[in-house]
């Protein structure tokens, strides 16, 4: 692993203890963070309303939640996680979703279907390049939940670049069978890759606490 | 193991224990299915473009609208598509 890497890694997961633990000791955990004191959740309703965006970096995130085929039981919710003009003004891309249950533990984080969000549809190269600038900054109660994020992406950053990679070996071996335009529309496929996440295992394991 | 790295395992590992304990007893948030609908709209609140996932900024250019799908008719276009800011 480059000493970069390593140390990015150890700063992420200092990151993620840190943020999770302050608001954990206020008794909050990351889905009632992410609804940024909202005592209700609405289906699809988008938290904050306006989406949380970056222009200075091309970040932007919102948390919501609504029932899916693929959906964990345990799940309260998702963030989507997204790059801003990556592909010309006003253009956004999916970089990756990430799910948590009730108490705000990550659950899952997955790739989604263009038509899910609208997206303009990028390689995963160039979506695994953006990923490292995925930063955004805020103010206000989810200035914590944006630090989080970006300390979870770079945590997770070689599962997240597998995801990505293994999203386009699958929408490639599809599309030797169907058009572009009726694969990246197909509502029966929304999510189509996803990796388990265990993060007090991998914070255990960074931390060296893991039972061999 | 590079001091660095030793030193930040050790951080790592003194502050994990109090984010488990911490964690442990945060009360789960409210679900989306334990909360009673949303109340309906008023006559005079501004009417959203049929698209409950679409721009929250009234003043956001209008989406092109796509085809909805035979199988779920209700369905919006893009049900997580983020708010074009």
């Known amino acids: ?212 | 193991m590079k001091k660095t790295t030793r030193t930040a395992q050790k951080r790592l590992a003194e502050a994990l224990p109090a984010l488990l304990m911490a964690a442990s007893l945060v009360a789960p948030a409210a679900r989306a299915a334990d909360t009673p609908a949303a109340p309906k709209p008023s006559a005079s609140a501004p009417a959203k473009a049929g698209n409950p996932c679409g721009p929250s900024n009234p003043c956001a250019p209008t989406q092109k609208k796509k085809k909805k799908s035979a199988d779920n008719p209700c369905g919006p276009a893009n049900p997580c598509a983020p708010s074009k800011g």
């Open chain 1, 1 to 212: 692993m480059p000493i970069g890497r390593a140390v990015s890694t150890w700063q992420a997961a200092a990151d993620v203890v840190a943020v999770q633990t302050r608001l954990a000791q206020a008794g909050m955990g990351m889905a009632q963070a992410a609804m940024a004191g909202a005592t209700r959740c609405e289906t699809l309703r988008h938290y904050p309303r306006a989406d949380v965006i970056d222009r200075a970096n091309g970040s932007q995130f919102y948390y919501h939640a609504h029932g899916s085929r693929r959906c964990p039981p345990n799940e309260h919710g998702h963030f989507h996680l997204f790059a801003r003009n990556l592909a010309g003004e006003a253009s956004f891309s999916h970089l990756a979703a990430l799910s948590l249950d009730a108490q705000g533990w990550p659950l899952r984080w997955f790739c989604t279907n263009r038509w899910v969000t609208g997206e303009h549809w990028l390689p995963a190269a160039q979506l695994i390049e953006a990923l490292a600038g995925f930063q955004p900054r805020t103010t206000g109660r989810l200035a914590p939940v944006a630090q989080w994020l970006a300390a979870m992406v770079h945590l997770y950053a070689d599962g997240l670049a597998a995801l990505l990679r293994r999203r386009d070996r699958l929408m490639a071996g599809r599309l030797a069978h169907m058009p572009a335009e009726t694969l990246f529309e197909d509502r029966r496929l929304d999510v189509i890759t996803e990796t388990q996440v265990a993060l007090p295992a991998r914070l255990q394991q960074l931390a060296g606490l893991a039972r061999h």
